[in-house]
């Protein structure tokens, strides 16, 4: 699996935009980028996903660099609720079946007030 | 519910004791993940289903580990011969097949293993 580099920690303060940066130089022309979170004690889930076009949802915006060797997930607003570990993941797609996700370890996310 | 169930929560038992941990996926999900996560890291691939069959099993660590999945629904991890390295949360996720727009696997809050 191709693999993504994330920092190990970021910061933020609450009610401000946060920009969450993943590298994935071996990116495949098949691999989906994939961003989950981990809220203490819970298990991953799923924030936003994008193959070349950014992507908005109700949780976060998803950019992807033009040569798609590296992604930035933004956070619009930090709420202390958004302070989690965050995984990019690339994931390649095959038609008609799944496909396992391979986490890193993630950024960890301070939110503070 | 409307989410992945595991149970047990959280389960201890001594080195070399057997362990089962079961997962209900979310109803009408035909792909089924087992993903286990040491304190401090991400969660690590361990096997995963599509339907009955495993269709990947590479990340089991060795043969003690075993995971069925008899009718397509509910799955069960069993540990034989547990050792203390075997201590961790064990995650169950599940998703649609080849479900490429959404690409969304759902987790449940997993079982918290602890071998004394």
């Known amino acids: 699996d191709a693999k993504t580099t994330q920092p190990n920690s970021m910061e933020s303060n609450e009610e401000e935009p946060v920009h969450l940066p993943c590298n994935h130089s071996?990116?495949?022309?098949?691999?989906?980028i994939h961003w989950y979170r981990q809220l203490p004690s819970q298990g991953p889930e799923y924030v936003i996903h994008?193959?070349?076009s950014n992507v908005n949802n109700r949780m976060a915006s998803l950019a992807i660099a033009e040569d798609r060797k590296s992604s930035t997930l933004i956070l619009h607003r930090a709420t202390l609720r958004d302070a989690a570990v965050y995984y990019c993941?690339?994931?390649?797609?095959?038609?008609?079946?799944?496909?396992?996700?391979?986490f890193g370890t993630g950024t960890r996310l301070q939110v503070t007030l | 519910g409307a989410g992945v169930s595991q149970t047990p929560s959280n389960k201890v038992t001594e080195k070399g004791k057997y362990v089962e941990l079961r997962c209900d996926p979310i109803?009408?999900?035909?792909?089924l993940y087992w993903y286990r996560q040491s304190l401090g890291q991400g969660p690590e691939f361990l096997i995963y289903?599509?339907?009955?069959?495993?269709?990947?099993d590479s990340g089991l660590p060795n043969d003690r580990f075993f995971a069925v999945r008899p009718e397509g629904s509910v799955s069960t991890l069993k540990i034989q011969r547990t050792e203390r390295g075997d201590s961790a949360v064990y995650l169950c996720?599940?998703?649609?097949?080849?479900?490429?727009?959404?690409?969304?696997?759902?987790f449940g809050e997993g079982s918290r293993l602890t071998v004394l």
């Open positions: 109803s009408g999900h035909t792909a």
């Open positions: 993941i690339l994931r390649a797609y095959r038609p008609g079946t799944a496909s396992k996700l391979t």
């Open positions: 996720a599940s998703s649609l097949l080849g479900q490429v727009n959404t690409g969304e696997l759902f």
């Open positions: 994008g193959l070349t």
């Open positions: 289903f599509q339907g009955t069959g495993a269709a990947d």
């Open positions: 071996t990116i495949s022309g098949t691999d989906y």
